[in-house]
């Protein structure tokens, strides 16, 4: 694939990973792959944006070459240090070693703790600016969107915001604008994006957001630096990223997540399911160790209820539903409402110890939890047929 002129001078030389199918270490499932996007912008100065993860190094470096000798890079903008783009910094740096990279402070002790190398670095700060000719690039921290190093660009002559990983989505495509793929299958990965990364970090990119709205800096592009970039209209993405940190896509609905030995278990899921479906409620349920995390996270965050169920091993929950409820804390889900059930033989363990871990995550229990030893009986299922209606009702008021 060739280079992409996004502006006049303005070129994508990223790459497209087609293939990769699990994402930050095995957290994060990509089955649409990704692209780590860099920006090579051709002035009075060249200046290269982001890079790419290090084994993509040298196709990145064959796209630059297309259009200039690498060596002639004199600027390379760090917008964040994590490696998928920071990754073939050792190589390009090789290049062309006169050149000068700018970042944050948080930015520079992250470099230098991944490479150990002692790169001309300069520290810019919100508001310091760089003029590479007819141009000058602006300067926008961002810690904790999603890193604390991280950082916007910004171009004002071309209305160009540089934005890393916020806005971002892992897709890969060869048509890389928004007016140039599925709409749908673009904002859903927009939205996994932001409920398994971004999540935690609602309330700062709600201030990020007011703060660039306040600048009434105009936006032509957001080109982020995974997936497709928007130009069709940029604020459709900036407002639903308000839209979801503001939690405002939360609605009546209910996700069971369980996992089971023997599908006692899963029979008391199904019936909680009945339970809520009969009271209108729209529902969805998962055994956690068959499904995909990422999906089930995303179906989670429009939901204002979650039903978590175990069957009971070695006086606990099962393992894979404790890694999940862990993953869960760590994404720290407000205003939810949550209900919990189990089977056990002898001795139980799994619902007391789900139940300590939702405490944990400030994730408030609303109905008494149910507790099944062996298999359900008849009254044991209309039980949890009528805690279904139960939940339904808390999380309908
Ligand atoms: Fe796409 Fe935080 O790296």
């Not at 890079?51 to 297309?66: L, N, Q």
Request: aromatic residues 12%; contains cysteine; proline residues 4%.
């Amino acid at each position: 694939m060739k280079p992409l002129e996004i502006k006049k001078g303005i070129y994508w030389v990223g790459v497209i990973d087609w293939n990769v199918r699990t994402f930050h270490g095995h957290t994060y499932s990509t089955p649409r792959g990704t692209t780590y996007n860099a920006y090579l912008i051709v002035d009075e100065k060249i200046a290269l944006v982001d890079t790419v993860y290090g084994p993509f190094a040298g196709e990145m470096i064959e796209r630059i070459r297309e259009i200039v000798e690498p060596g002639k890079i004199d600027y390379i903008i760090v917008n964040h240090v994590e490696t998928d783009h920071s990754g073939a910094l050792p190589a390009i740096t090789k290049l062309c070693p006169g050149a000068k990279l700018f970042g944050t402070e948080k930015c520079k002790e992250g470099l230098y703790r991944n490479y150990y190398e002692n790169w001309d670095f300069c520290v810019v700060k919100t508001g310091d600016k760089l003029k590479l000719g007819k141009r000058t690039l602006g300067f926008l921290e961002a810690a904790m969107i999603h890193w604390p190093d991280s950082m916007f660009t910004y171009c004002a002559e071309e209305k160009l915001l540089l934005s890393n990983d916020a806005f971002g989505q892992h897709l890969a495509s060869s048509k890389l604008f928004d007016d140039e793929v599925d709409e749908c299958v673009l904002m859903d990965e927009a939205e996994k994006y932001y409920t398994n990364i971004l999540w935690p970090f609602s309330m700062i990119i709600l201030r990020k957001i007011e703060e660039i709205q306040k600048m009434n800096i105009a936006i032509d592009i957001i080109a982020p630096s995974h997936g497709i970039l928007w130009r069709k209209d940029p604020a459709k993405i900036i407002n639903a990223y308000v839209s979801w940190a503001k939690n405002e896509t939360t609605k009546p609905k209910a996700v069971i997540i369980y996992e089971t030995m023997w599908q006692s278990t899963a029979k008391m899921a199904y019936e909680i399911a009945a339970g809520l479906i009969s009271s209108g409620v729209e529902t969805a349920v998962f055994d956690i160790a068959l499904s995909d995390r990422t999906e089930v996270i995303k179906q989670m965050f429009n939901a204002k209820g979650f039903i978590f169920g175990s069957s009971t091993h070695d006086n606990d929950m099962l393992p894979v539903m404790a890694g999940f409820l862990k993953f869960l804390k760590g994404l720290k889900p407000k205003n939810r409402r949550a209900a919990v059930f189990g089977s056990y033989g002898w001795a139980g363990g799994a619902v007391k110890n789900i139940e300590e871990l939702l405490k944990e995550s400030g994730i408030e229990v609303s109905v008494p939890s149910i507790s099944v030893k062996y298999r359900p009986d008849k009254n044991e299922l209309t039980r949890c047929f009528d805690f279904g209606k139960e939940f339904a009702k808390k999380i309908s008021s």
